[in-house]
Nanobody, 121 residues
Framework: QVQLVESGGGLVQPGGSLRLSCAAS????????MGWYRQAPGKERELVAT???????NYSDTVKGRFTISRDNAKRTVDLHMNSLKPEDTAVYYC???????????????WGQGTLVTVSS
């Protein structure tokens, strides 16, 4: 059973930094794109950043230049380094990964449980 487990959320002041981590486990054969999404109160879930297995990255315009996504293919982890945080970055952040796993023998999108990031003074 594939699981994505996130860590690293919390309360941070505006202008501060935070690192989110996500680890994938459970019957994994291969992982292609991994990414982070977020959902603020009363809003739809939106893309933050993605990274392919080869290291190609894509960022939302709202976080470009402030956030950095990285991954460790051997450890099956993806991190999100967040700098210059703003109150509007407050949201629940979700890890996502496109995974081929056993025993189901299928490619599927999996989601973590979410971790809350609050940017406030």
């Amino acid at each position: 059973q594939v699981q994505l487990v996130e860590s690293g959320g919390g309360l941070v002041q505006p202008g501060g930094s935070l690192r989110l981590s996500c680890a994938a486990s459970g019957g994994i054969v291969s992982i292609t794109t991994m990414g982070w999404y977020r959902q603020a109160p009363g809003k739809e879930r939106e893309l933050v950043a993605t990274i392919t297995g080869g290291g190609d990255t894509n960022y939302s315009d709202t976080v470009k230049g402030r956030f950095t996504i990285s991954r460790d293919n051997a450890k099956r982890t993806v991190d999100l380094h967040m700098n210059s945080l703003k109150p509007e970055d407050t949201a629940v952040y979700y890890c996502n990964a496109h995974i081929f796993s056993l025993p189901i023998n299928l490619w599927q999108d999996y989601w973590g449980q979410g971790t809350l990031v609050t940017v406030s003074s």
